[in-house]
Protein backbone atom coordinates (compact mmCIF):
# COMPACT_ATOMS: atom_id res chain seq x y z
CA UNK A 1 0.00 0.00 0.00
CA UNK A 2 1.44 3.36 -1.25
CA UNK A 3 0.50 6.83 0.60
CA UNK A 4 -1.53 7.33 -2.28
CA UNK A 5 -3.18 4.28 -1.79
CA UNK A 6 -4.16 5.48 1.94
CA UNK A 7 -5.59 8.81 0.88
CA UNK A 8 -7.93 7.74 -1.61
CA UNK A 9 -9.53 4.72 1.15
CA UNK A 10 -9.61 7.91 3.24
CA UNK A 11 -11.82 9.62 0.65
CA UNK A 12 -13.93 6.93 0.36
CA UNK A 13 -14.32 6.42 4.12
CA UNK A 14 -14.92 10.14 4.44
CA UNK A 15 -16.61 11.07 1.08
CA UNK A 16 -14.12 14.27 1.34
CA UNK A 17 -12.09 14.43 -1.63
CA UNK A 18 -9.48 17.22 -0.90
CA UNK A 19 -7.13 15.35 1.41
CA UNK A 20 -3.52 15.40 1.09
CA UNK A 21 -1.16 13.43 3.11
CA UNK A 22 2.11 15.01 4.80
CA UNK A 23 5.16 13.41 3.89
CA UNK A 24 5.20 9.88 1.68
CA UNK A 25 5.92 6.21 3.61
CA UNK A 26 7.44 3.98 1.68
CA UNK A 27 4.98 0.90 0.64
CA UNK A 28 7.26 -0.93 3.38
CA UNK A 29 7.07 1.35 5.70
CA UNK A 30 4.07 1.14 8.83
CA UNK A 31 3.43 4.23 11.76
CA UNK A 32 2.24 7.45 11.36
CA UNK A 33 1.14 9.14 8.13
CA UNK A 34 -0.41 12.69 8.78
CA UNK A 35 -3.43 13.21 6.38
CA UNK A 36 -4.64 16.71 6.21
CA UNK A 37 -8.58 16.61 5.35
CA UNK A 38 -11.08 19.22 3.50
CA UNK A 39 -10.09 23.45 4.41
CA UNK A 40 -7.11 22.22 6.32
CA UNK A 41 -4.84 20.91 2.84
CA UNK A 42 -4.06 25.05 3.17
CA UNK A 43 -2.02 24.57 6.36
CA UNK A 44 0.23 21.88 4.37
CA UNK A 45 3.07 24.39 3.74
CA UNK A 46 3.57 24.93 7.49
CA UNK A 47 4.36 21.07 7.97
CA UNK A 48 6.93 20.75 5.39
CA UNK A 49 9.91 20.99 8.29
CA UNK A 50 8.69 18.45 10.36
CA UNK A 51 11.30 16.62 11.60
CA UNK A 52 10.59 12.30 12.05
CA UNK A 53 11.42 9.88 13.84
CA UNK A 54 11.57 5.64 13.33
CA UNK A 55 12.28 2.33 14.70
CA UNK A 56 13.38 -0.44 12.74
CA UNK A 57 15.52 -2.80 11.62
CA UNK A 58 18.74 -2.76 8.86
CA UNK A 59 19.77 -6.56 7.34
CA UNK A 60 23.73 -6.76 6.99
CA UNK A 61 25.26 -9.33 4.15
CA UNK A 62 23.73 -7.39 1.37
CA UNK A 63 22.58 -4.57 -0.50
CA UNK A 64 20.17 -3.89 -2.79
CA UNK A 65 19.36 -1.51 -5.55
CA UNK A 66 16.26 -0.12 -3.77
CA UNK A 67 18.42 0.32 -0.51
CA UNK A 68 15.20 -1.57 1.05
CA UNK A 69 13.65 -5.42 1.37
CA UNK A 70 11.81 -4.29 -2.13
CA UNK A 71 14.44 -4.20 -3.78
CA UNK A 72 17.21 -6.79 -6.28
CA UNK A 73 19.79 -7.77 -4.37
CA UNK A 74 22.92 -6.48 -5.59
CA UNK A 75 24.81 -9.28 -4.88
CA UNK A 76 24.92 -12.77 -3.33
CA UNK A 77 24.06 -12.64 1.00
CA UNK A 78 27.43 -12.98 2.30
CA UNK A 79 26.29 -13.28 6.32
CA UNK A 80 28.21 -14.98 8.44
CA UNK A 81 31.04 -14.92 6.34
CA UNK A 82 31.31 -11.16 6.71
CA UNK A 83 29.87 -11.12 10.14
CA UNK A 84 30.11 -7.65 12.28
CA UNK A 85 29.85 -7.18 15.98
CA UNK A 86 27.53 -5.03 17.38
CA UNK A 87 30.31 -2.39 18.36
CA UNK A 88 31.37 -2.31 14.97
CA UNK A 89 28.73 -1.64 14.00
CA UNK A 90 27.49 1.14 17.05
CA UNK A 91 31.03 2.47 15.70
CA UNK A 92 30.40 3.09 11.86
CA UNK A 93 27.20 4.22 13.15
CA UNK A 94 28.41 6.99 14.82
CA UNK A 95 29.16 9.36 12.02
CA UNK A 96 25.47 9.71 11.22
CA UNK A 97 25.05 12.54 13.57
CA UNK A 98 24.18 15.93 13.24
CA UNK A 99 24.21 17.88 9.34
CA UNK A 100 25.62 16.34 6.39
CA UNK A 101 25.00 15.78 2.74
CA UNK A 102 22.79 12.72 1.75
CA UNK A 103 22.80 11.20 -1.94
CA UNK A 104 19.16 10.22 -1.85
CA UNK A 105 18.18 6.67 -3.08
CA UNK A 106 17.43 6.43 -7.31
CA UNK A 107 14.35 4.38 -6.49
CA UNK A 108 12.85 7.88 -4.50
CA UNK A 109 10.32 9.80 -5.32
CA UNK A 110 12.55 12.54 -5.84
CA UNK A 111 12.16 14.72 -9.36
CA UNK A 112 14.51 15.06 -12.05
CA UNK A 113 13.70 17.26 -14.87
CA UNK A 114 10.05 16.53 -13.54
CA UNK A 115 9.72 12.76 -12.95
CA UNK A 116 10.00 11.22 -9.93
CA UNK A 117 13.59 8.87 -10.19
CA UNK A 118 11.66 5.61 -9.51
CA UNK A 119 10.17 6.06 -13.27
CA UNK A 120 13.10 6.54 -14.56
CA UNK A 121 15.06 3.62 -12.37
CA UNK A 122 12.42 1.24 -13.16
CA UNK A 123 12.94 1.76 -16.93
CA UNK A 124 16.76 0.97 -16.45
CA UNK A 125 17.44 4.77 -17.41
CA UNK A 126 20.39 6.63 -15.65
CA UNK A 127 19.12 8.89 -12.72
CA UNK A 128 21.48 12.19 -11.63
CA UNK A 129 20.59 12.64 -8.65
CA UNK A 130 21.71 15.87 -6.49
CA UNK A 131 23.14 14.98 -3.05
CA UNK A 132 20.17 17.16 -0.14
CA UNK A 133 21.29 18.60 2.76
CA UNK A 134 19.83 16.89 5.92
CA UNK A 135 20.02 16.70 9.61
CA UNK A 136 19.92 13.48 12.15
CA UNK A 137 19.45 14.43 15.75
CA UNK A 138 19.44 10.62 16.89
CA UNK A 139 20.76 7.49 15.70
CA UNK A 140 21.21 4.68 18.04
CA UNK A 141 22.33 1.13 17.17
CA UNK A 142 19.58 -0.39 19.87
CA UNK A 143 20.42 -4.43 19.49
CA UNK A 144 22.38 -6.44 16.43
CA UNK A 145 20.34 -10.21 16.14
CA UNK A 146 22.35 -12.10 13.99
CA UNK A 147 22.75 -10.03 10.60
CA UNK A 148 19.93 -7.99 11.75
CA UNK A 149 20.69 -5.00 13.59
CA UNK A 150 17.79 -2.73 15.34
CA UNK A 151 17.65 0.70 15.26
CA UNK A 152 15.33 4.19 16.05
CA UNK A 153 16.77 7.33 14.52
CA UNK A 154 15.19 11.28 14.55
CA UNK A 155 15.96 12.75 10.94
CA UNK A 156 15.03 16.45 9.23
CA UNK A 157 12.46 16.22 6.57
CA UNK A 158 13.47 14.86 3.29
CA UNK A 159 16.65 12.71 5.01
CA UNK A 160 16.02 8.71 3.66
CA UNK A 161 16.12 6.32 6.50
CA UNK A 162 17.52 3.65 3.58
CA UNK A 163 19.88 5.66 2.22
CA UNK A 164 21.88 5.62 6.02
CA UNK A 165 21.44 1.78 5.76
CA UNK A 166 23.02 1.30 2.78
CA UNK A 167 25.93 3.52 3.70
CA UNK A 168 26.51 1.39 7.21
CA UNK A 169 27.26 -1.55 4.83
CA UNK A 170 28.83 0.50 2.88
CA UNK A 171 31.04 1.70 5.48
CA UNK A 172 31.50 -1.68 6.97
CA UNK A 173 32.43 -3.30 4.09
CA UNK A 174 29.44 -6.31 4.02
CA UNK A 175 26.62 -4.76 2.39
CA UNK A 176 23.47 -3.84 4.17
CA UNK A 177 20.17 -2.77 3.52
CA UNK A 178 16.90 -1.29 5.17
CA UNK A 179 14.84 -4.22 6.45
CA UNK A 180 11.97 -3.22 8.41
CA UNK A 181 11.13 0.73 8.98
CA UNK A 182 8.15 2.05 11.33
CA UNK A 183 7.19 6.11 11.65
CA UNK A 184 6.47 6.78 15.49
CA UNK A 185 6.21 10.47 15.06
CA UNK A 186 5.96 12.85 12.20
CA UNK A 187 6.63 16.96 14.24
CA UNK A 188 4.18 16.69 16.82
CA UNK A 189 2.44 13.80 15.24
CA UNK A 190 2.68 10.35 16.82
CA UNK A 191 1.52 6.89 17.10
CA UNK A 192 -0.72 7.66 20.42
CA UNK A 193 -2.79 9.44 18.05
CA UNK A 194 -2.63 7.69 14.75
CA UNK A 195 -5.66 5.86 14.14
CA UNK A 196 -5.90 2.23 11.92
CA UNK A 197 -7.89 2.54 8.98
CA UNK A 198 -9.99 -0.73 9.72
CA UNK A 199 -11.15 1.50 12.09
CA UNK A 200 -11.94 4.68 10.43
CA UNK A 201 -13.92 2.41 7.87
CA UNK A 202 -16.19 1.05 10.72
CA UNK A 203 -17.03 4.55 11.10
CA UNK A 204 -18.01 5.34 7.30
CA UNK A 205 -20.60 7.62 6.77
CA UNK A 206 -20.51 8.89 10.66
CA UNK A 207 -19.22 12.06 10.51
CA UNK A 208 -19.21 13.18 14.20
CA UNK A 209 -17.57 10.24 15.11
CA UNK A 210 -15.04 10.62 12.66
CA UNK A 211 -14.06 13.86 13.38
CA UNK A 212 -14.11 13.11 16.86
CA UNK A 213 -11.25 11.00 15.87
CA UNK A 214 -9.49 13.58 14.26
CA UNK A 215 -6.77 16.39 15.91
CA UNK A 216 -8.03 19.09 17.43
CA UNK A 217 -7.60 22.30 15.48
CA UNK A 218 -6.05 23.82 18.49
CA UNK A 219 -3.22 21.12 19.22
CA UNK A 220 -1.99 21.60 15.37
CA UNK A 221 0.69 24.01 14.79
CA UNK A 222 2.07 24.21 18.43
CA UNK A 223 4.65 26.50 17.91
CA UNK A 224 1.67 28.62 16.82
CA UNK A 225 -0.05 30.79 19.85
CA UNK A 226 -3.91 30.31 19.50
CA UNK A 227 -5.92 33.23 20.10
CA UNK A 228 -9.34 33.95 19.67
CA UNK A 229 -10.95 36.86 18.10
CA UNK A 230 -14.32 38.70 18.18
CA UNK A 231 -16.57 39.37 15.79
CA UNK A 232 -15.51 42.58 14.21
CA UNK A 233 -11.75 41.56 14.05
CA UNK A 234 -12.38 37.76 12.42
CA UNK A 235 -14.49 39.89 9.65
CA UNK A 236 -11.44 42.02 8.61
CA UNK A 237 -9.52 38.88 8.81
CA UNK A 238 -11.70 37.01 6.30
CA UNK A 239 -11.76 39.67 4.30
CA UNK A 240 -7.90 39.93 3.99
CA UNK A 241 -7.46 43.21 6.12
CA UNK A 242 -4.74 43.81 9.15
CA UNK A 243 -6.77 43.61 12.05
CA UNK A 244 -5.56 43.97 16.52
CA UNK A 245 -5.86 40.72 18.34
CA UNK A 246 -4.99 39.75 22.37
CA UNK A 247 -2.06 38.84 21.64
CA UNK A 248 1.09 39.68 23.25
CA UNK A 249 3.99 37.17 22.69
CA UNK A 250 6.99 37.48 20.55
CA UNK A 251 5.37 34.78 18.16
CA UNK A 252 5.17 35.70 14.06
CA UNK A 253 2.43 33.68 13.24
CA UNK A 254 -0.79 32.87 15.45
CA UNK A 255 -3.60 30.83 14.59
CA UNK A 256 -6.64 33.08 14.68
CA UNK A 257 -9.98 30.82 16.29
CA UNK A 258 -13.87 31.79 16.46
CA UNK A 259 -14.46 29.08 19.40
CA UNK A 260 -12.84 26.14 20.54
CA UNK A 261 -12.50 24.54 17.41
CA UNK A 262 -13.46 26.45 14.59
CA UNK A 263 -10.00 27.63 13.03
CA UNK A 264 -10.47 31.16 11.19
CA UNK A 265 -6.52 30.84 9.60
CA UNK A 266 -2.94 32.18 10.48
CA UNK A 267 -2.12 35.97 10.63
CA UNK A 268 1.04 37.41 10.57
CA UNK A 269 2.12 39.49 13.13
CA UNK A 270 2.85 43.30 11.49
CA UNK A 271 3.39 44.92 14.76
CA UNK A 272 2.99 44.74 17.84
CA UNK A 273 -1.14 42.99 18.27
CA UNK A 274 -0.83 44.10 14.29
CA UNK A 275 -1.51 40.93 12.24
CA UNK A 276 -1.99 40.02 8.62
CA UNK A 277 -4.24 36.87 7.51
CA UNK A 278 -1.92 34.74 5.49
CA UNK A 279 -4.21 31.73 5.08
CA UNK A 280 -7.39 32.15 5.63
CA UNK A 281 -9.93 28.91 6.05
CA UNK A 282 -13.36 30.29 4.97
Not at 143 to 170: K, N
Not at 187 to 202: C, I, N, V, Y
Not at 232 to 254: I, K, M, W
Request: include cysteine; proline fraction near 7%.
Amino acid sequence: MTSHDVVNRLRRITGEQSIGHLGTLDPMATGVLPLLMGKFTRLAQYFSAAEKSYTGSIRFGFATDTYDAEGEPAGPDRWPEVAVTLEQVRAAAARFHGEMEQMPPQFSAKKVDGQPAYKSARQGKPVQLKPARIRIDEFVIESLDGPEAGFTIDISAGGYVRSIAHELGRDLECGAHLSRLRRTRAGAFTLAEARPLDELESLAGNAAALENLCVHPRTLLPEMPAVTGDSQTLGRLRNGAQANLPEFSAAPLVKVFAGPRELVGIACRVAGTLFQPVVVMG
